[in-house]
């Protein structure tokens, strides 16, 4: 009887390997373990065995039987396992991203180090109850020069090299320009509101200039405007200080020369010590040891009238922060063409969010 055990394991064995199909699996089951079954057919001779010869053909068939059972019952599962994973690859949808054109592996976005700069001063800004307002960077005239009180052939105008456009209809052959500076939201955001106000504007301004460390044809600023009553340079330095504080994270040293700017009377260029070289000369800082940062003044009364404000009513402060020279020296980046080179391992520096 053991023999025929034997045998019968032997052919489960065997023929459950060439087995796919779930129907055929319990056929399987059903030929060995059923009422007619080979292995029942073998324990209906136990009778006749003796009690010696049980206690060894006993154990040996249970342990037939669960190993049918347990295999039937595995081959069965992974079949099941099988028909899911087809299914799902039929269905798949490939998100993966393959490996970059740039880069050598994946890697998360980051934000540009002037994003960031300009959402810590706008939020410095907000908490201090101004507002962030926008403007076009295709200006005409009127807002970049005459109502900043730069009139038409005012030896200002050529402080600041500008793109026009052709217009051959004016008698110049000068149309509109790219904005030369975000002062021209000044006046748009004078028109639109009554003082008291205060606001801030960033944006990209541009200039027909040659490039080097310090300078870029394309740049930005962040002007600000405040308009009340009896405003003073003290409060202007203030809202300075405050701002360059929260930036650099400490006391930055400054100082104050005159300026000329015709939008200003009196007008100042705050300068901050160079952050790259600590003050001993760099490309920079040109090998003076301070970098011009943030022009400022309090509003000239011409600009005011543009704006249709009372000069004799009101009074108030601008500054123009270059705001790509801030980035640069809280980063300590030593030329201003990284910032809009485009190349993915300088961005990849700042990766905060
Ligand atoms: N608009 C000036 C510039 O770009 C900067 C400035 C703004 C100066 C506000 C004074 C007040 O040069």
């Given at each position: 009887?053991?023999?025929?055990?034997?045998?019968?394991?032997?052919?489960?064995?065997?023929?459950?390997?060439?087995?796919?199909?779930?129907?055929?699996?319990?056929?399987?089951?059903?030929?060995?373990?059923?009422?007619?079954?080979?292995?029942?057919?073998?324990?209906?001779?136990?009778?006749?065995?003796?009690?010696?010869?049980?206690?060894?053909?006993?154990?040996?068939?249970?342990?037939?039987?669960?190993?049918?059972?347990?295999?039937?019952?595995?081959?069965?599962?992974?079949?099941?396992?099988?028909?899911?994973?087809?299914?799902?690859?039929?269905?798949?949808?490939?998100l993966g991203l393959?490996?970059?054109?740039?880069?050598?592996?994946?890697?998360?976005?980051?934000?540009?180090?002037?994003?960031?700069?300009?959402?810590?001063?706008?939020?410095?800004?907000?908490?201090m109850g101004f507002?962030?307002?926008?403007?076009?960077?295709?200006?005409?005239?009127?807002?970049?020069?005459?109502?900043?009180?730069?009139?038409?052939?005012?030896?200002?105008?050529?402080?600041?090299?500008?793109?026009?456009?052709?217009?051959?209809?004016?008698?110049?052959?000068?149309?509109?320009?790219?904005?030369?500076?975000?002062?021209?939201?000044?006046?748009?955001?004078?028109?639109?509101?009554?003082?008291?106000?205060?606001?801030?504007?960033?944006?990209?301004?541009?200039?027909?200039?040659?490039?080097?460390?310090?300078?870029?044809?394309?740049?930005?600023?962040?002007?600000?405007?405040?308009?009340?009553?009896?405003?003073?340079?003290?409060?202007?330095?203030?809202?300075?200080?405050?701002?360059?504080?929260?930036?650099?994270?400490?006391?930055?040293?400054?100082?104050?020369?005159?300026?000329?700017?015709?939008?200003?009377?009196?007008g100042f260029e705050?300068?901050?010590?160079?952050?790259?070289?600590?003050?001993?000369?760099?490309?920079?800082?040109?090998?003076?040891?301070?970098?011009?940062?943030?022009?400022?003044?309090?509003?000239?009364?011409?600009?005011?009238?543009?704006?249709?404000?009372?000069?004799?009513?009101?009074?108030?402060?601008?500054?123009?922060?270059?705001?790509?020279?801030?980035?640069?020296?809280?980063?300590?980046?030593?030329?201003?063409?990284?910032?809009?080179?485009?190349?993915?391992?300088?961005?990849?520096?700042?990766?905060?969010?």
């Open positions: 009887m053991l023999v025929k055990l034997e045998e019968i394991e032997k052919d489960f064995t065997t023929r459950i390997e060439a087995l796919a199909k779930e129907a055929d699996l319990l056929n399987l089951k059903s030929e060995f373990l059923g009422k007619a079954g080979k292995l029942s057919e073998v324990l209906k001779g136990l009778r006749n065995c003796s009690p010696e010869e049980r206690k060894v053909i006993g154990p040996k068939a249970n342990a037939i039987k669960d190993l049918i059972q347990t295999q039937i019952h595995k081959k069965i599962e992974a079949l099941e396992i099988d028909i899911i994973n087809k299914k799902l690859n039929e269905n798949a949808i490939d393959r490996k970059g054109r740039f880069s050598s592996s994946l890697s998360g976005g980051g934000l540009h180090p002037r994003t960031l700069i300009q959402r810590e001063i706008e939020d410095v800004f907000l908490s507002e962030v307002l926008d403007g076009p960077h295709i200006e005409d005239d009127v807002h970049n020069f005459e109502a900043l009180n730069i009139p038409a052939d005012h030896p200002a105008r050529d402080m600041q090299d500008t793109f026009w456009f052709n217009d051959p209809s004016a008698s110049d052959g000068k149309g509109n320009l790219l904005r030369t500076h975000t002062s021209t939201i000044q006046v748009r955001g004078m028109k639109e509101r009554k003082p008291p106000f205060r606001f801030i504007a960033p944006g990209t301004v541009f200039r027909c200039e040659r490039t080097d460390a310090s300078h870029e044809f394309v740049f930005n600023q962040l002007e600000g405007m405040m308009v009340g009553k009896d405003i003073s340079i003290s409060n202007l330095i203030y809202f300075m200080k405050t701002l360059l504080k929260e930036i650099f994270k400490k006391d930055v040293e400054v100082r104050l020369r005159p300026g000329f700017f015709p939008f200003v009377e009196p705050l300068d901050i010590s160079c952050l790259i070289c600590s003050g001993k000369g760099c490309s920079v800082c040109k090998q003076t040891g301070w970098v011009e940062l943030l022009p400022c003044g309090m509003v000239h009364p011409n600009v005011l009238v543009a704006g249709g404000i009372d000069p004799a009513e009101y009074n108030g402060f601008a500054f123009g922060l270059g705001l790509d020279r801030l980035v640069m020296m809280k980063y300590g980046i030593d030329d201003i063409r990284h910032l809009n080179s485009g190349d993915l391992r300088f961005n990849e520096q700042f990766k905060s969010y």
